[in-house]
Structures are given as C-alpha cells and as structure tokens.
C-alpha cells in the first residue's frame, strides 16, 4: 500500500535556511542544498522549501537555489511563497521544482488555481490552506451535565461542529471563507494536493489541530498534507489517524530532537504503512562505472 | 554511448538527467528528432495528461522518431506518461489514442476505494477515502526477473504520481503495485522498459534502475 509521507520544511529567506538545521555534521548549517541532500540521505520523502524572501523582485534567488538542489537529489521538490503568476510557477518548474504551492494568490484570484492546473497539471499544484479556528459562541447558561463535570453547550446547535476561517499573507489575514468549503473548491478547481496548516498550533510544538485535519481529509478527495504543531513523534501518529496522507515538520527534525529513520521506525511499530530505506540497492552487483 | 531523454513539454524532465549523471553517465535532453534516431539508448519521461503528451509529441514531429526507436531494438524506458502512451488508448476526456505498441488500454482509478487506519491505543478504527491522484511510495512487486531491476529488492518503495494506470492485455507486466486494486507498475517486452512510478524521484533504488537501463543491452 501507499506508504504515509514524512516531509521536512525548510524556510528560506534569501537563499539561505532560516534558524539553519543541526541534525547533522553540515559545513554549512544554513545551505539549502547541503541540508536537502541530508535530508535525502535520511530518507525523507520529500522537500518543502517555503520561501519567504520579503521581496518579490528577489525571486532570482529562489530559482538559483531551486535549481542547485534539484541537481543534487532525487526526490520531489515542493516550493511555495509568494508564487502570484503562471510565470513564477514556469520559472519554478523549469528549475527543478516538482510542485509548487500556492496560498495568497489562490485565495485572492481562485481561477489562478484553475488556470495553473491547466497549463501545469494538477500533480504540480499545491493549494497551501492557513486555517485559524473560528470562536464558538457559548451560553454560560445552559449545563448538560450534572454535579461534578459541566459541559455548557454553544447557544447555536451548529456551533458544535468546529470551524476554521482561511487566513492570507502569511497568517495576517482573515480571507472570511471557511476552510472547509475552501478545501472542496481548490479540489474542483484541480489542485493536486492540500498543504493544511493550523495558524493555532503552529510553532506550540503541543501537536496537529487533529479536527482540521479529520475534516478536510473527508471532505476532499485529493491527498492533504498536515502542518503546524509537531512537537513529538506521537503527534505525526495522531496526523496519520486524522487522515493526513502526509505529514510536514520542520524544528522536529531540523534541530536533531528525531531523525526521520526514528520517526518511521517509531510509526511503523505503530501499524502506520511508512516506507523504510533499502540498504545496500547502490552497491549490490557493482561491477564499477562507465560512461 | 548516447542516452536520449525526450524533452517536449511534458514535466520535470530535468530530474532524469540528474538521475543518470548521479550514476555517472551523461544524457542529453533533446527534441531533435535526429538526435533521437543518433542515440543508443531513449528515455521518454512525461507527466501530466496523456492527450497534451500524444499533441506535443506530435507538435515537435518526435512520433515517427519513436515509433523506429522503438522497434529498432536499442533501449527504451517509458516514465509515466511515457508508460501510458505505449498503449491503444486512454480513457481519459472521453478516448485518446495512444502510439499503440502494445495492446491495452489506460484506465482511471475508481473513485470509491477505501483504507481503514486502525488507532492502535484505542482500538478504533477509520475508514478514509484513497485518495487520487495515486501520490507517493508505494511498494513494487517484483513478478518477473529483468536486467532493469537487478539489485532492487522485491518490495521497493518507489516514488508515483498518476490518476491512470495501464491494463496490457499480452503477458508485459513485470511488476504489479496495490492501491486499492493491484494494477501493472511496471512493463517490459524485448527492448522495452516501461513503468508507472518516477526512478528519478525515487532515491537510492531509482537511481539503481536508471543505472541498470544505462548498461542495459538488450
């Protein structure tokens, strides 16, 4: 069967990585390229480069680093931030990237997402979703239970379902469409893929918004990536319950609190279909290299 | 040696090429049909929808070229879409014909397959909706011997991203792979290699299979 994704992110602002990753002995702790070829060698499933370089005018530096990590690794390679035009995208793909993710610009002009998917096909298109939960009104009033444990129910019935607004430029925003419904249309319009970050639980490290994730896998038919909140290997677990078909960490692995190899061992024992690295593929019936 | 890989608009082709010099040979990615007919050894990637891939083809005058590589007997490997349109037809928008060199047609998934995830702590269990398109590793069944898979394992996780998959109706298929159905991930019929997943996505045993077509002399 299909094995879960484990997807390290990595945020880049002006060619570098942002914070940098200690996981490992690197010449370099802020290089795109040399973290990418140790997370491959990690056997990480894929990359995410989320880049959030301020300005637009310095988009050459992306390409250029887009383009230096393709030629280094051989997994597929996400990029998003600040893609707004079908050129940004060509540009992308054109230096190496396999996908790219787009946010702001779908919200703002969802026929981008349409129009993307034609010229590029759907597998490429990632429609990146900032969701924030929505405040539940509540009556004080009303308790459900009895002594000893109150429950006060919300004044509306409906109320009970949670949901999440979809937030822009990079979080700052509140777009007012519902998360939900968002995640239905980007899919009628040809994403391929959902990025699904909670705004809450990003960077708490206390673990995925579980409901978020449960809803919008059900509600779409194309995979969802779950983001904001690892903290633990625990919480990958609670993802992949959620129906994620992937998960995207980033402080987790870069700062070497696990390795990937942990987090799939550790996933594995717990019956979640993960793939494990075949050993010794490059060496079995060498016979030496021609050209 | 000359490893041609078939660049005419159809994805990240690129990656192939990476893929051979990561292995140590040099490919060149071209459209020129008379580069296709010079080289030794025909890589044809693809991604995206089959009928832009048979146009675009067309477009670049690349059909006449293949179709001689093709039977000419030196190496061919079919990526993806270059799998794909190795067959009749494809059910996608309607019905678009492919290079017919092998018999077969390409379907879709169904929409209606299922997995259950089992909560191991609580002991509920869930059942979710596969998703499509097929993205990620999945494992590959080894169903026959070939030089294109020596050194990789029965069981390798490849990497695939597809919504279509092929049904030869000759007995090509060298391995299977399961999403909700066990469908053909992989062909091979004389001097033809084909599969449905992406070696050069793919890692240590991709680059292994790129390294195997590459010394391969069928």
Known sequence: MLAKRIIPCLDVKDGRVVKGVRFVELKDAGDPVEIARAYEDQGADELVFLDITASHEERKIILDVVERTASQISMPLTVGGGIRTIEDIRDLLRAGADKVSINTAAVENPDFVKEAAETFGSQCIVVAIDAKRRETTWDLHTEVYGEGFKFYAPVNPAALAPSWDVYTRGGRENSGRDALEWAEEVEKLGAGEILLTSIDKDGTKEGYDVDLIYRVSRAVGIPVIASGGAGNLEHLYEAFLAGASAVLAASIFHFGEYTIPQAKAYLKEMGINVRLEQEDVGQKGEEGSES | ?218
């Open chain 2, 1 to 218: 040696m000359r490893i041609a890989i078939l660049d005419y608009g159809m994805g990240n082709v690129r990656s192939v090429e990476t893929g051979f010099r990561r292995v140590g040979f040099d490919a060149l990615l071209t459209r020129d049909p008379e580069e296709i007919r010079k080289a030794t050894h025909i890589v044809l990637p693809g991604v995206g929808a089959f009928r832009d891939c048979m146009e675009n083809l067309k477009t670049y005058g690349l059909i006449e070229p293949l179709k001689e590589a093709l039977q000419s007997g030196r190496p061919f490997l079919g990526i993806c879409l270059g799998l794909q349109i190795l067959f009749e037809g494809s059910e996608e928008f309607g019905e678009s014909k492919g290079l017919a060199i092998m018999r077969g047609k390409v379907v879709r998934f169904r929409g209606d397959m299922s997995e259950e995830i089992e909560n191991r702590k609580t002991g509920v269990k869930r059942r979710y909706p596969l998703k499509i398109p097929h993205m990620g590793w999945n494992a590959v069944r080894i169903l026959k011997d070939h030089p294109i898979l020596e050194g990789i394992e029965d069981g390798s996780y490849f990497y695939f991203v597809h919504s279509y998959y092929v049904v030869p109706e000759d007995d090509v298929a060298v391995t299977t792979t399961s999403y909700g159905i066990d469908f053909v991930s992989a062909i091979a019929r004389d001097n033809i290699f084909a599969c449905q997943f992406h070696p050069e996505k793919s890692q240590k045993v991709g680059l292994r299979l790129l390294k195997n077509f590459a010394r391969w002399r069928p």
